[in-house]
C-alpha cells in the first residue's frame, strides 16, 4: 500500500515534469495587454480573509486553469483520473498540517473561488518542483493570466511586494528571487517525505521565502536566514540590497548552504540585482559599522587631506594609504567589506588617509599650490596621527602609499606596529625608467588626460597580461579615470612620486656585529605582489633590503598589479595570517583547506606549463630563507602524502606558525 502511494505521486509529478516550451523573446517592455496588476493583501485580516479581493477578481482564471489541468492529465491517459479523485479526496487534510498561516490562506481562496480545497493545495505545494529543464511549462500562458503584484501591508504600510512566488522586494533594504534545480533524491523526496510525516521540519522554499519577507529587516539577515533554514528542496536564492557590495547567490541543498558566492567588486561592477528589479528604493538599508564610513577632513602642515573611517573606534588601529590614481573609495572602502576581510574589519578602526586632493569629484587645486613631495607626504601621515591620537597602528600600503607609509615608518617607527606593502619601490627614478617615461609623460604640464597618459596608469597598476585577462578591469579603471577624479590633482601626485628620492634602508649586516646599525625598519614587514606585475622587481628589491628576521615575501601566481580587484580572497588571507603574526585577531580560525587548495592550484599550473602528462613535485613543508629555495621535493620522498589531509593540516600550521620570519611563494 506504502508503495502504491509513492508511486501514485511521483507518476502524477512526473506528469507536470513534462509540461514545457520555449520562453518568448523580445517581451519588454511589456504590451498593455500584459500590463501586471496590482492588489493588496492586508496581513492584519484574518488568514482565511486575506486573498478575498485576489481570489474574486481572478475566480474565471483560476477555473479555465483547473479545466485545461484535468482534461490534459485525461487526455494523456483516462486511466488517470484516480489521481484528480486522489487529489480532491486526500490532499485537502494536509491543510491542517502546513504552518501558519499558510493552509487557512488555503481555505479562504478555495471558499472564495468554489473550487476544491485539494487540488488549490496541491498547486500551491508543488509549484517550485515541476521545472527540471530550464523552461517554462505548457500551461504558461494560462499561468500568465495569474500574474499579479501583490503588496503585502500592515498597520497600513507596505511590508513587502511579491511578483508571483518566487519573487520578492522589501523596500528599501532587499529583493529576492529564488530558482530551483530539483531531482527526486531532493526534490520530490521531501514533499513526499512531508505528504506521509516521515519530516515536517523542514520548510517549503516558497513559504520560506515569504517568512523572510514578513520577518527580515535587513540584508544580512536575509542571507543568514536563506543559508540556514532546512528547505523540502534544494534551489538557489538570488539577493540583492540597496548597495553596490550587497549582492549574493546561495546554492542550496536541503539541509544547508552548500555554496555562498557573494559579488566581487572591482571598479567596473557597480550594480547590483535589486537594480534590475526595483528602482524605487528611496533610502539606503540600516548602516552597519562595516559599511558606514566616515569623513574627517584634516588640516596638515601640506594642506587639507581627507580621512575616512571604517570600523569602531574602539579597536586596534589600521592606516592605509592609496596608490595614484585610486583614493581610498576605489582602493580600500570594498576591498575591507569582502566577505573574507569582514573578520578583519570587525576588530580594527581603519582609517584611510586620501592624498590631498585625491579623493572623488575633489575640487582642482589651486594653479600656484607646490604639491607635497614623497617626504612631505610621509609628515602629514604623521599629522594624522596626532589629530585622531593614534599611538601606534598597522600601515597598509599600495604603490605609491606603500613608498610614504615606508618613509613615515623609517622616521616615527614607534607609531607603525607592522607594515602591509602592496608593490611597493623603495628605489628613485633611474635614468631607464625616466627615459620610458619621457613619451607618456610628456603632456604631464597639461595638467590633463591623454591617451598616452591613462594607458601609462592603466599598465602602472595592472601590467600587459592582466589587461589582456580582465578587460573589465581595464574599463573600470579608464573609467574611474575619467569620471571620478580630478585629472589635475592625480597628475601632481604622479609627478611628485615621478620626483622622488630613494628611500635610505638596508638589511643590517648579520657578518658584522660590530658594524654601524643601518638604516632600516624596525616593525615587522609583508611585501605583496603579484606574478606578472610590472613592480614585481621592485617589490623584490624591497624585500632585500628590509630585515629577514621581520619581512615575508609574499607573490601570488595568476596575478597582475592589482592584487586587491584580482585577488582579493588570497590577499585578505595573506593580511590575516600577518595580522595574527603580529598577535592580533588570534582567536580566529584560519581555513583549514586553503593550503591544500592552493597546493591544487599550483600543481595545475605546473601541468600547464610542462605538459598534461607530467607530475607536480611535492612542495616542501619546511621553513626555508629565500623566494626560489625550498619550494618543492621529489617524489622520492614518498607517494603516501597524495590527499593527506593530515599532511596539509600539518603544513598550514608549520606555515602559520614561522609566517612571520620566513619568506613565502604563494
Known amino acids: 500500500m506504502w508503495n502504491n502511494k509513492i508511486t501514485i505521486l511521483l507518476i502524477f509529478l512526473a506528469i507536470q515534469g513534462i509540461f514545457g516550451e520555449q520562453c518568448l523573446n523580445d517581451q519588454w517592455p511589456p504590451k498593455p495587454e500584459r500590463a501586471v496588476p496590482t492588489y493588496v493583501v492586508n496581513l492584519d485580516d484574518p488568514p482565511m480573509e486575506r486573498w478575498n479581493q485576489v481570489a474574486t477578481a481572478f475566480k474565471s482564471e483560476i477555473i479555465d486553469i483547473l479545466a485545461f489541468f484535468k482534461a490534459y492529465i485525461v487526455e494523456i491517459s483516462p486511466n488517470l483520473k484516480f489521481l484528480l479523485e486522489l487529489i480532491d479526496d486526500k490532499l485537502p487534510a494536509l491543510a491542517d498540517t502546513l504552518p501558519a498561516p499558510y493552509g487557512d490562506e488555503m481555505k479562504g481562496i478555495s471558499q472564495a473561488t468554489g473550487l476544491p480545497l485539494g487540488i488549490h493545495i496541491h498547486m500551491q505545494i508543488s509549484l517550485p518542483y515541476w521545472d527540471m529543464s530550464n523552461n517554462t511549462w505548457i500551461l504558461t500562458e494560462k499561468l500568465r493570466t495569474l500574474i499579479t503584484q501583490i503588496n503585502f501591508t500592515r498597520n497600513g504600510e507596505v511590508l513587502f511586494k511579491t511578483t508571483s512566488v518566487l519573487t520578492g522586494l522589501k523596500p528599501n533594504a532587499f529583493s529576492v528571487s529564488v530558482n530551483s534545480r530539483t531531482s527526486f533524491q531532493g526534490g520530490y523526496e521531501g514533499l513526499i517525505e512531508w505528504i506521509f510525516n516521515i519530516n515536517r521540519n523542514q520548510s517549503f522554499i516558497t513559504f520560506a521565502l515569504r517568512d523572510m519577507l514578513t520577518k527580515a529587516e535587513s540584508f544580512d539577515v536575509v542571507v543568514n536566514y536563506l543559508a540556514e533554514t532546512e528547505l523540502l528542496a534544494p534551489c538557489y536564492y538570488i539577493v540583492g540590497g540597496p548597495k553596490p557590495e550587497q549582492g549574493v547567490v546561495i546554492t542550496r541543498e536541503r539541509t544547508k548552504a552548500v555554496n555562498i558566492t557573494r559579488m566581487e567588486l572591482t571598479m567596473a561592477t557597480y550594480t547590483t540585482s535589486v537594480d534590475t528589479q526595483d528602482r524605487l528604493l528611496e533610502s539606503p538599508m540600516r548602516e552597519t559599522s562595516i559599511n558606514t564610513v566616515k569623513s574627517i577632513p584634516i588640516s596638515t602642515r601640506y594642506g587639507y587631506v581627507l580621512v575616512t573611517q571604517q570600523g569602531a573606534s574602539d579597536r586596534p588601529v589600521i592606516v592605509t594609504y592609496h596608490d595614484v590614481g585610486y583614493n581610498s573609495a576605489t582602493q580600500f572602502h570594498h576591498f575591507f567589506a569582502f566577505p573574507e576581510m569582514i573578520p578583519i574589519t570587525e576588530h580594527f578602526t581603519i582609517y584611510h588617509i586620501?592624498?590631498?586632493?585625491?579623493e572623488d569629484r575633489a575640487n582642482p587645486l589651486p594653479s600656484t599650490s607646490?604639491?607635497?613631495?614623497?617626504?612631505?607626504?610621509?609628515?602629514?601621515?604623521?599629522?594624522?596621527?596626532?589629530?585622531?591620537?593614534?599611538k601606534t597602528a598597522v600601515g597598509f600600503g599600495v604603490g605609491v602609499g606603500a613608498n610614504i607609509l615606508t618613509r613615515f615608518a623609517l622616521k616615527y617607527s614607534t607609531k607603525i606596529y607592522g607594515l602591509i606593502l602592496v608593490n611597493c619601490i623603495s628605489r628613485g627614478i633611474g635614468w631607464f625608467e625616466g627615459f620610458t617615461l619621457k613619451w607618456p609623460t610628456q603632456d604631464m604640464p597639461q595638467q590633463a588626460w591623454t591617451d598616452a597618459l591613462l594607458t601609462y596608469l592603466i599598465w602602472y597598476h595592472l601590467g600587459y597580461e592582466s589587461q589582456s585577462a580582465h578587460p573589465d578591469l581595464v574599463q573600470g579603471l579608464r573609467r574611474h579615470l575619467e569620471e571620478n577624479v580630478n585629472a589635475k590633482n592625480v597628475v601632481k601626485l604622479l609627478n611628485s612620486f615621478l620626483k622622488r628620492t630613494p628611500i635610505l634602508m638596508e638589511r643590517p649586516n648579520e657578518l658584522n656585529k660590530n658594524a654601524n646599525p643601518p638604516i632600516s625598519l624596525k616593525c615587522n614587514i609583508i611585501n605583496m605582489t603579484g606574478f606578472s606585475s610590472p613592480h614585481k622587481d621592485d617589490v623584490i628589491d624591497t624585500n632585500d633590503k628590509c630585515d629577514p628576521a621581520k619581512s615575508s615575501y609574499v607573490e601570488?601566481?595568476?596575478?597582475?598589479?592589482?592584487?586587491?580587484e584580482e585577488q582579493p580572497a588570497k590577499t585578505a588571507e595573506a593580511i590575516r595570517l600577518f595580522l595574527q603574526g603580529l598577535g592580533y585577531i588570534s582567536h580566529l580560525s584560519i581555513p583549514k583547506f586553503s593550503i591544500a587548495n592552493r597546493l591544487t592550484e599550483q600543481a595545475a599550473e605546473y601541468k600547464r606549463r610542462n605538459g598534461p602528462s607530467s607530475r607536480a613535485p611535492r612542495r616542501s613543508s619546511a621553513p626555508f630563507d629565500s623566494v626560489d629555495s625550498g619550494l618543492y621535493r621529489s617524489d622520492s620522498q614518498g607517494d603516501d602524502l597524495d590527499d593527506d589531509p593530515n599532511y596539509y593540516g600539518h603544513e598550514l600550521q608549520l606555515r602559520v606558525d614561522s609566517f612571520d620570519d620566513r619568506n613565502v611563494k604563494l
Not at 586620501?354 to 585625491?358: I, K, L, R, T, Y
Not at 607635497?372 to 609628515?379: D, K, R, V, Y
Open 354 to 358: 586620501n592624498a590631498p586632493g585625491q
Open 370 to 390: 607646490v604639491y607635497p613631495t614623497m617626504e612631505q607626504l610621509a609628515e602629514t601621515v604623521n599629522d594624522v596621527f596626532n589629530h585622531l591620537d593614534i
Open 556 to 564: 601570488f601566481a595568476d596575478c597582475g598589479g592589482a592584487l586587491l
